[in-house]
């Protein structure tokens, strides 16, 4: 019995050894690669002469990759701007059309429910794809325009339904009460409902914003015109399409110093990943709470 | 007690009103495009308005028999459901295997933290990743192939080399969803009552019986369900991610349906024979839809939907 329970113990002792340490190995896969891509950005075109093709730690910190990056007037600079108010104003949309279509739909014993919800879930099923949509946009004249970014996407269904199930679980005899007193049913909405919400606010928000900061395929086949284009397009540009002598040609014509090509694709990738990085583990627990409440059946 | 409409249109008028814009948007952006493809019945040209496209004469199954008999046809078809499969076999257990995992390892702060880093490549961009895989496996002094060179072994072109394409694909698409995956299985373990455990610990069940016999019935829930959903998305190979990776050299074991309608559609502007092949692959999905839920319901006597 007692060898038994040792033999046991010997056994999770293992166990748990091998669990950390493959836990611990997959944890450093999800961040090796952004460090590996910094330390590759600060690479200079002599260090990379002189110690040859690939260095891990580089002697001295170069900068020239992000000064070229960032400097005024360049695409990146200017994409930062674009992407910016493309999640501003988008998510601001995002959220307002959302949630009022969201609390209609919250509303059991509003007549024409069910056909509006199923309205909504067909579009879940089936779309026209690419070629009716671009149709769509050229006809009502949205390509090339900064709100086929914004408009085309106005309503996610997904976050809709989760909006939708969040605010029925607003207890009704909460908003009877408020009537009770007095209160019009905007009012209910504003004083009562709106409050409650603000945190499922947060986390579609973040969803919408997250998207948006993400895009680039809708840039992409509706909008020609480079000055448009946001960051995620921009840095596709620079790390996927351009060969170095592309880079060299387009990018640092006139300019003394040169990055190389390698630490200037890897400046693009740190330089449109980092606010990211800033934010989120401030906000992860919004997300989470967001995936969890979508999966509640409604 | 009954009402005439207008009386309830007034009573509930301010819903209505806040459903409305919402109405336009589905109507406009979801539902014209859903009617835009009586365009694969005719034969439109890009320099065709509205009224070419409405009054224009129909052509029939025309670019459905061409797609069908394509030299591409059946690579494409190949294609899509071959990858779509790898990620299901590879993909799918992932993050069930991750949250087990997880939940064996008692130590909160590190459960925390392995979460925390894992959930973060879901919110990078698949053209960063992208961007990463270019970096990090070029032969011109990518850090893969460098390692390849030290070891002594040849270097490999992984993203333009047929063998290879694939594999980079599943296995970079696994990295960046399998933390976040986790969330939903893990939510199901925190469910399970700590009572079989303990029960399970009585009757002498060492870790890996407590696993198979507690753990897993515990998720198979949810497991099957989304088993069954992802049945419905076997269509859905990753557009985004192989559009931003491949090239002509990996045509062959690459090209998927929603790539090869991108070419056709915006590059070759063949508006008709790629909304055709695009309407022939929403309509497998929507028979695929049906068989799922047609499942779920038998799995769980209600359907999805």
């Given amino acids: 019995m007692n060898q038994q329970r040792q033999r046991r ?52 910190l170069d900068f020239t990759a992000y000064n070229l990056l960032l400097s005024k007037g360049s695409l990146i600079y200017n994409a930062y701007g674009i992407t910016f108010l493309r999640v501003l104003i988008g998510t601001l949309l995002n959220l307002a059309f959302t949630a009022m279509m969201a609390y209609g739909l919250a509303r059991r014993d509003l ?13 879940m099923l089936i779309g026209g794809g690419l070629v009716p949509n671009y149709l769509l946009m050229k006809s009502i004249h949205l390509l090339n325009t900064f709100w086929v970014m914004i408009i085309p996407g ?18 009704v005899e909460l908003e009877e009460s408020a009537i009770i007193d007095g209160a019009s049913p905007l009012g209910v909405l504003v004083r009562i409902v709106f409050p409650l919400s603000l945190p499922t606010f947060a986390t579609i928000g973040l969803f919408y914003a997250v998207g948006h900061w993400n895009a680039w395929f809708d840039a992409a086949i509706y ?48 330089v449109t990943t980092v606010p990211i990085l800033f934010v989120y583990p401030f906000l992860q627990k919004y997300f989470v709470k967001g995936v969890l409440t979508g999966s509640i059946k409604g | 007690m009954r009402r005439s409409i207008p009386s309830l249109i007034h009573r509930y008028k301010l819903y209505y009103f806040l459903i409305a814009p919402g109405i336009i948007y589905y109507l406009i952006f979801h ?9 694969a019945f005719k034969d439109v040209s890009p320099f065709d308005g509205v009224k070419e496209i409405l009054t224009s004469e129909w052509v029939g199954l025309k670019h459905f028999r061409n797609f069908t008999n394509s030299y591409y046809f059946w690579d494409i078809m190949r ?60 032969t011109d002094g990518g850090i893969v192939n460098t390692l390849l060179q030290l070891m002594g072994l040849k270097q490999i072109f992984f993203l333009g080399d047929a063998n290879y394409f694939r594999s ?49 019935p515990g998720m198979s829930f949810i497991i099957t369900l989304l088993l069954i959903l992802s049945i419905g998305g076997l269509l859905d190979a990753g557009f985004e991610q192989i559009f931003l990776l ?60």
């Fill in chain 1, 111 to 123: 007549p024409g429910r069910n056909g509006l919800i199923t309205l909504v879930f067909i579009t």
């Fill in chain 2, 168 to 216: 980079v694909l599943v296995i970079s698409g696994i990295w960046k969803e399998v933390g976040w995956g986790t969330i939903i299985y893990l939510a199901a373990i925190a469910g399970i009552d700590a009572h079989l455990y303990e029960a399970a610990k009585l009757d002498g069940a060492g870790r890996m019986r407590q696993i198979w016999h507690v753990t897993l």
């Fill in chain 2, 246 to 305: 491949y090239s002509p050299s990996v045509f062959k074991v690459a090209d998927i349906i929603d790539t090869y309608v991108y070419r056709k559609g915006l590059v070759d502007l063949q508006y008709s024979y790629a909304a055709a092949v695009n309407l022939f692959k929403s309509l497998i999905a929507v028979i695929l839809l049906l068989g799922a839920n047609y499942l779920a319901k038998k799995y769980k006597q209600e359907g999805i939907w």
């Fill in chain 2, 79 to 138: 294609n899509t459901l071959l990858i779509s499969l790898y990620r299901l076999i590879f993909g799918f257990p992932a993050p069930i295997l991750l949250a087990i995992l997880l939940n064996e390892a008692k130590n909160i702060l590190f459960q925390r933290i392995v979460q925390t880093v894992s959930y973060l490549p879901h919110f990078i961009s698949m053209v960063i990743v992208a961007g990463l895989l270019t970096t990090f496996l070029t």
């Fill in chain 1, 223 to 270: 909008i020609n015109n480079t000055q448009m284009h946001p960051l995620q397009l921009i840095l596709r540009q620079v790390v996927l399409s351009m060969t170095s002598e592309e880079i060299n040609t387009t990018m640092t014509a006139g300019m003394m110093e040169r990055p190389t090509a390698q630490s200037l694709k890897a400046a693009a990738i740190i």
């Fill in chain 1, 9 to 60: 113990n010997m056994g999770e002792t293992t166990f748990q050894i091998v669990n950390y340490s493959f836990l611990t190995l997959i944890s450093l896969s999800f961040i090796i690669p952004f460090l590996v891509v910094l330390a590759t950005s600060f690479v200079s075109e002599n260090e990379l002469i002189a110690r040859g093709n690939f260095i891990l730690i580089p002697r001295d």
């Fill in chain 1, 154 to 171: 106005l309503i996610s269904s997904w976050n809709l339904i989760i909006m939708r199930n969040f605010f029925m679980q607003i207890p």
């Fill in chain 2, 31 to 39: 539902y014209i495009p859903l009617y835009g493809v009586v365009i």
